[in-house]
């Protein structure tokens, strides 16, 4: 055998491997793009509220919404959103980056439209304020940040058609309002993942005579989430890391794109003496179209009594 066909004995394998895995890779592509419209609702109950608080009604009921990432004429994600309204919420709470595409605000007032009619409170998150931008997908793999694209989107406009339908702004302020019986205070920061927040603009504990008090972030970083459980606040709410969004069997999450840790990377933990809620949010960004055993979701919390 010459020394051409020696070579060629060792590269057609090699060549075979290359392209069963170039297969693989491209089903895997296929399989998570196709998880983007399967939404779920996560249903949790968490026992916060004072005895006698809501008067014989069996529950608060607090919708999480968060990471829309919308991209204008996503009609399927608009329908599912929009029928959430059907959960009869108490309130609504939405963390942020609703936008991912500069014409995409009028998709999200109709993904929103009927939740608009309810109580409501929202903070937002960088990709609310700035385009998204194309990741380095090893700088991501390895938790490193990306700075923002600095490129606007219309969110002045968002944000003036929440107000105008009643929703409060909780970025750095402390928010009071009664919702039924329920007493709320509440406080929320600018998205601390790019050093957005000013904590000490909303510093200190909440107000005692509050049934419920909560705590806005986008980005559940540990730095703040501390300075809320200090304050005394009883749930925090938060979204940014989707989960995980690229994760193993069992939502197991490879990396969190923030400070928190793998295992509270999404749905309700502690923090400290804190109960915390990270959402796996509904959309992702328009440059990585892709998830794997996380699927996209919104969170009824059923916020009951306890039993002191």
Same mark, same amino acid.
């Given at each position: 055998?010459?020394?051409?066909? =020696?070579?060629? =004995?060792?590269?057609?394998?090699?060549? $075979?491997?290359?392209?069963?895995?170039?297969?693989?890779?491209? $089903?895997?592509?296929?399989?998570?793009?196709?998880? %983007? #419209?399967?939404?779920?609702?996560? @249903?949790?109950?968490?026992? *916060?509220?004072?005895?006698?608080?809501?008067?014989?009604?069996?529950?608060?009921? %607090?919708?999480?919404?968060?990471?829309?990432?919308? !991209?204008?004429?996503?009609?399927? =994600?608009?329908?599912?959103?929009?029928? *959430? #309204?059907?959960?009869?919420?108490?309130?609504?709470?939405?963390?942020?980056?609703?936008?991912?595409?500069?014409?995409?605000?009028? @998709? /999200?007032?109709?993904?929103?439209?009927?939740?608009?009619?309810?109580?409501?409170?929202?903070?937002?998150?960088?990709? @609310?304020?700035?385009?998204?931008?194309?990741?380095?997908?090893?700088?991501?793999?390895? $938790?490193?940040?990306?700075?923002?694209?600095?490129?606007?989107?219309?969110?002045?406009?968002?944000?003036?058609?929440?107000?105008? &339908?009643?929703?409060?702004?909780?970025?750095? =302020?402390?928010?009071?309002?009664?919702?039924?019986?329920?007493?709320?205070?509440?406080?929320? /920061?600018?998205?601390?993942?790019?050093?957005?927040?000013?904590?000490? *603009?909303?510093?200190?504990?909440?107000?005692?005579?509050? #049934? +419920?008090? %909560?705590?806005? %972030?986008?980005?559940?970083?540990? &730095?703040? *989430?501390? &300075?809320?459980?200090?304050?005394?606040?009883?749930?925090? +709410?938060?979204?940014?890391?989707?989960?995980?969004?690229?994760?193993?069997?069992?939502?197991?999450?490879?990396?969190?794109?923030? $400070? !928190?840790? &793998?295992?509270? /990377?999404?749905?309700?933990?502690?923090?400290?003496?804190?109960?915390?809620?990270?959402?796996?949010?509904?959309?992702?960004?328009?440059?990585?179209?892709?998830?794997?055993?996380?699927?996209?979701?919104?969170?009824?919390?059923?916020?009951?009594?306890?039993?002191?």
């Amino acid at each position: 055998m010459n020394e051409t066909a =020696k070579v060629t =004995k060792r590269i057609l394998p090699l060549a $075979g491997l290359a392209g069963v895995s170039a297969l693989a890779a491209a $089903g895997i592509a296929a399989w998570g793009h196709s998880e %983007l #419209d399967k939404f779920e609702l996560k @249903d949790v109950t968490v026992p *916060l509220l004072p005895p006698g608080t809501l008067r014989g009604k069996a529950e608060f009921r %607090l919708l999480h919404v968060s990471d829309l990432h919308m !991209i204008s004429g996503q009609d399927t =994600k608009i329908a599912w959103v929009s029928a *959430l #309204d059907s959960l009869n919420p108490d309130l609504v709470v939405n963390t942020g980056d609703n936008l991912s595409d500069e014409r995409a605000v009028p @998709d /999200v007032l109709r993904a929103l439209g009927p939740l608009l009619a309810r109580p409501g409170m929202f903070v937002f998150g960088t990709n @609310d304020y700035w385009a998204p931008r194309l990741p380095n997908p090893f700088s991501y793999l390895l $938790g490193r940040k990306h700075a923002p694209s600095y490129v606007d989107l219309p969110w002045r406009d968002m944000r003036a058609a929440f107000l105008e &339908r009643g929703w409060h702004d909780a970025t750095h =302020k402390r928010v009071e309002f009664q919702v039924g019986t329920v007493r709320i205070a509440a406080a929320g /920061v600018d998205d601390p993942h790019h050093a957005l927040d000013d904590y000490p *603009l909303i510093d200190g504990p909440p107000n005692p005579d509050a #049934d +419920l008090s %909560l705590a806005l %972030l986008h980005s559940p970083e540990p &730095r703040v *989430l501390s &300075r809320f459980a200090e304050d005394g606040y009883q749930l925090s +709410l938060s979204g940014h890391t989707h989960g995980g969004q690229l994760c193993l069997p069992g939502s197991r999450a490879i990396v969190t794109n923030c $400070g !928190i840790d &793998r295992a509270r /990377v999404q749905g309700l933990h502690d923090f400290g003496p804190m109960k915390m809620h990270v959402s796996n949010g509904l959309g992702t960004s328009r440059f990585v179209p892709f998830r794997l055993f996380c699927r996209p979701s919104a969170t009824l919390l059923r916020i009951t009594e306890t039993s002191d």
